[in-house]
């Protein structure tokens, strides 16, 4: 099981910016697809971006790319998500997760999750 502990999370005026952070560990880690989610009150769980840990390769929802930048860092063990022009739409609670593959991580099948940060944007 791969653990994984989210920060970052705060309160940011709309058309401002946020850098989410995600410490890793666990067994295999590096070989798993790690991602973010978020989720607000009476809504489903939504893909937000996802990254390769070995090969460092960045994928989006659609709708985000542009505003968001997700990396990690394999000396810290530890994944970003840069949101850049927030808007209160962005409003909710984010979560880091990892599986085995892309197509898992996306769909959230066969995910760890961390406990989630919560991000508010004020207009």
């Known amino acids: 099981q791969v653990q994984l502990v989210e920060s970052g999370g705060g309160l940011v005026q709309a058309g401002g910016s946020l850098t989410l952070s995600c410490e890793v560990s666990?067994?295999?880690?590096?070989?798993?697809?790690m991602g973010w989610f978020r989720q607000t009150p009476g809504k489903e769980r939504e893909f937000v971006a996802g990254?390769?840990?070995?090969?460092?390769?960045?994928y989006y929802t659609p709708g985000l790319k542009g505003r968001l930048t997700i990396s990690r860092d394999n000396a810290k063990d530890t994944l970003y998500l840069q949101m850049n022009s927030l808007v209160p739409e962005d409003t909710a609670v984010y979560y880091c997760?990892?599986?085995?593959?892309?197509?898992?991580?996306?769909?959230?099948?066969?995910?760890?999750w961390g406990q989630g940060t919560q991000v508010t944007v004020s207009s």
């Open positions: 997760a990892s599986s085995y593959s892309d197509y898992t991580l996306i769909r959230g099948e066969n995910c760890d």
């Open positions: 990254i390769s840990w070995s090969r460092g390769i960045p």
């Open positions: 666990g067994p295999a880690f590096s070989s798993y697809d």
